[in-house]
């Protein structure tokens, strides 16, 4: 797939909030500083002019921010969870954000969650990967900043992964936004996500 359009579409604050139209939707999770706003700078090549914000203050991104990618799909920016210094009332109110947005607004064609390559995959990980298998949910799993591993360091945290939460091994993607790795492996992955494969793009 090549991007040729990017725009922020809008923003989901509250559970029953109105998507910014009727394209399907991919959305994108994991703890907070993992880089997943790193990561769709990146995919959507942004490096330079950048519509994710990439913050040096952890838990900084709070709602849902939709993209609208091609005039084709929204890729859509979950906020980050388990950032110690959140209150227990916030961290609940994303819970339920979460919840309500990937089980029962039926609008989510598959969700890429976001594991970072240096650390074993944590209970929240495990949770969310089984959470997704019981709404049936395709699921995509990113192994974020593998720039920062020695290549036999990268082979088994992907190894790791694989076997720790029990995917098949096209579930996973290694990626680094430093180096570009897995940029286009994950635009396809996307493209067939949401059905754009037979188009052309
Ligand atoms: P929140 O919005 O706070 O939930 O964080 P986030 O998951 O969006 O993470 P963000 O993209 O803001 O990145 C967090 C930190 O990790 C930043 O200092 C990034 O520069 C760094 N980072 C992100 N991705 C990579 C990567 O692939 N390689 C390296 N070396 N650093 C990265
Ligand atoms: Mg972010």
Do not use: C
Not at 96 to 114: D, F
Request: net charge neutral.
């Amino acid at each position: 797939m090549r991007i040729r359009s990017v725009e922020y579409a809008g923003t989901i604050a509250q559970p029953g909030g109105e998507p910014p139209g009727s394209l399907p939707q991919v959305a994108f999770s994991g703890r907070s500083n993992v880089g997943k706003s790193s990561l769709i700078n990146t995919l959507l090549r942004r490096t330079r002019n950048k519509i994710a914000h990439v913050s040096s203050t952890p838990g900084k991104t709070q709602a849902l921010n939709f993209y609208r990618v091609n005039d084709g799909f929204f890729l859509v920016d979950l906020p980050g969870y388990g950032y110690a210094q959140v209150p227990q009332s916030v961290r609940e109110q994303w819970a339920e954000l979460i919840e309500w947005y990937l089980g029962e607004s039926g609008l989510v064609k598959g969700v890429v969650h976001l594991v970072d390559a240096r650390h074993r995959p944590t209970k929240h990980d495990h949770r969310m990967v089984e959470y997704l298998g019981e709404l049936g949910l395709p699921t995509l799993i990113v192994l974020t900043k593998m720039d920062k591993l020695r290549t036999r360091e990268g082979e088994q945290s992907i190894a790791r992964a694989i076997e720790e939460l029990k995917l098949e091994e096209a579930q996973l993607v290694p990626f680094s936004s430093k180096t570009g790795r897995g940029r286009e492996d994950l635009l396809d992955a996307l493209a067939e996500l949401v059905g754009l494969e037979e188009a052309g793009e």
